[in-house]
């Protein structure tokens, strides 16, 4: 198991692009174009309507509803949106909360992940397969039923309507996924390269900086896997953070649909504010993201 | 370096000691954030409070879940509606998650592999909240691509509110099938184009059989994860989500129970004892779960 998952692991950036053909420069089979054909329905259904959205949303009132198909032509043509949306929907600032929450919580749980992961890996004790263990279960934990103990929680420290709580609840929640998958990428590195850095007179914290280099494509994967479901969370800001100061992207999105359920040129431009930023994010680190999903869950 | 090779319980107990100081910062945010909530919300359950005073009233909120005709009506339609919610996930993603995987894994596709898996995975990276209202407004009789209201009618809603969920979440199954479908070794499907098997005849016959563990995946995954469900029922039908409850879910109504919606006020310890009974639930599924069916389910040794 082990030895595929590696295997796998060095092969897939490279995944079909070099992977040596048994029928080189082969003629297509008819089903081929049968796949493609079918293969090209689910991707316009996954993105027909992100693109419908982004290009209603220049257009004009009139434009929206006279032709929703219509591509946006000089008439139609309006930036109107989304100047309404930052005027009224201080976008600016949500991008600001999101950007800042998502942020730090990605670097603590990286950072946090990859020191207790490097730990349970090296030193073998009894104790670290209980405590990998229990990292484990926490991928499974539905933290969201402990909601009414951690807003007590965080009232009585007065942190309600602060992005710090916000943090703190990420942080802890996205760290099981970050240990377990770290855990994995530490299993591959050889002992033979940490005992070399001792022997070269590294301490416990060095060897750590000496190794973690290694594990890089790690380090990517958990934290395109922290950055987008806090990103996209909701339930925590809502609860957690609702004050117009400190609302993050979705929830003010939510918000905004809410208030101004007429405008619609305005609503469309939220909605492609709301989208854009994380299919550009996910398309930049999208093999990151892959691997550490298979990898994540997949035990 | 001499020393550290002869004295090995100087090296067990430094070993005990760097691994609780470098699991220790990992350890404290993950328990005292998810864990302990999670049980803190148990003692809770079993306090009232009244004009600021706690009182010990043990199960009282679980016999007025489960009394009050009210509450135990909502809990138990919350708990149906979202079992359904979770089935209709689990049909329509399960064969249409397999189909993708196969396709864009299947030799006629090749070079495009990653090009596919990239774009049909899109969706899942957007907040369910944008998903939710992007697809209110395309199907919005407003605008009259649809002209039925779908969101509006009870025997509709659910599911149409089940089948935006799909839409974004697809892209999770169809990666875990890809992964398991291009680890398969290479060697075997050669042997099996070498005796001349089809194309089909290698899916069915060699590479289903030995992705069948993901399917167990899939489905425990989706289960915790649409137990979990409230962002997209909330952004589209509000906290008491109509029409008439029909697309009610158990996490509307715990948000509904502790937080309070419009005119129904939210009460802390009875939405404490709500969570723990919804976290009950999770946890016998999820442990029946794995007692009964993993053993089924084993993976194939390659």
Known sequence: MTQTSISRRRSAPANGATRPSPHPRRHLPPSAFLIHGVLMVFVVIALGPIFMIVMNSLKTQQGIFGGPFDLPNAETFSFDGYFRVFQLGDFGNLYFNSATVTIVTTVLTVGLATIAAFAIVEYKIRLAPVLSAFFIIGIMLPVRLGTVSLLQMMSSWNLVNTTLALILVYTGMSLPLGVALMVTYFRSIPQELKDAARIDGAGEFQTLGVVTPMVRPGLGAVAALTMLPIWNDLWFPLILAPGRSTQTVTLGVQQFMGQYDSDWPALLAALTLGAIPLILLFLVFSKQFIKGLSEGYGK | ?302
Not at chain 2, 111 to 123: D, N
Not at chain 2, 259 to 269: H, L, R, S, T
Request: proline share 5%; net charge neutral; glycine share 8%.
């Open chain 2, 1 to 302: 370096m001499e020393t550290r090779k002869n004295n090995s319980f100087h090296n067990t107990a430094a070993k005990y000691r760097y691994l609780l100081l470098f699991t220790l910062p990992a350890l404290l945010f993950y328990v005292v954030f998810a864990v302990y909530p999670l049980f803190a919300t148990f003692f809770i359950s079993v306090f009232q409070t009244e004009g600021g005073e706690r009182s010990f009233i043990g199960l009282d909120n679980y016999v007025y879940l489960f009394t009050d005709p009210t509450q135990s009506g909502q809990f138990w339609h919350a708990l149906l509606n979202n079992l359904e919610f979770f089935a209709i996930h689990l049909i329509v993603q399960i064969p249409v998650a397999l189909l993708m995987a196969a396709l864009i894994t299947s030799d006629a596709v090749r070079r495009l592999t990653g090009f596919y898996r990239t774009i049909l995975f899109i969706p899942a990276t957007l907040s369910v909240v944008i998903v939710g209202f992007i697809w209110r407004m395309i199907i919005s009789p407003l605008w009259g691509i649809v002209g039925f209201p779908l969101l509006g009618t009870e025997a509709t809603a659910l599911p149409t509110l089940s089948f935006m969920s799909i839409w974004e979440w697809i892209g999770i199954p169809m990666i875990f099938l890809y992964t398991a479908l291009i680890a398969i070794p290479k060697d075997i499907l050669e042997a099996a184009r070498v005796d001349g098997a089809s194309g089909m005849r290698t899916f069915w016959g060699i590479k289903f059989p030995l992705i069948t563990p993901q399917f167990g995946l899939i489905t425990i995954l989706t289960f915790i994860w649409t137990m979990n469900g409230f962002d997209i029922i909330y952004s589209l039908m509000g906290g008491a989500p109509g029409p008439n409850y029909s697309t009610d879910i158990l996490g509307t109504f715990f948000f509904r129970s502790f937080f309070g919606y419009n005119n129904i006020i939210g009460d802390a310890d009875f939405g404490a004892a709500v969570a723990t009974v919804i976290f009950l639930f999770i946890l016998i599924c999820t442990a029946g779960y794995f007692v009964v069916l993993q053993r089924r389910l084993r993976p194939h040794e390659l």
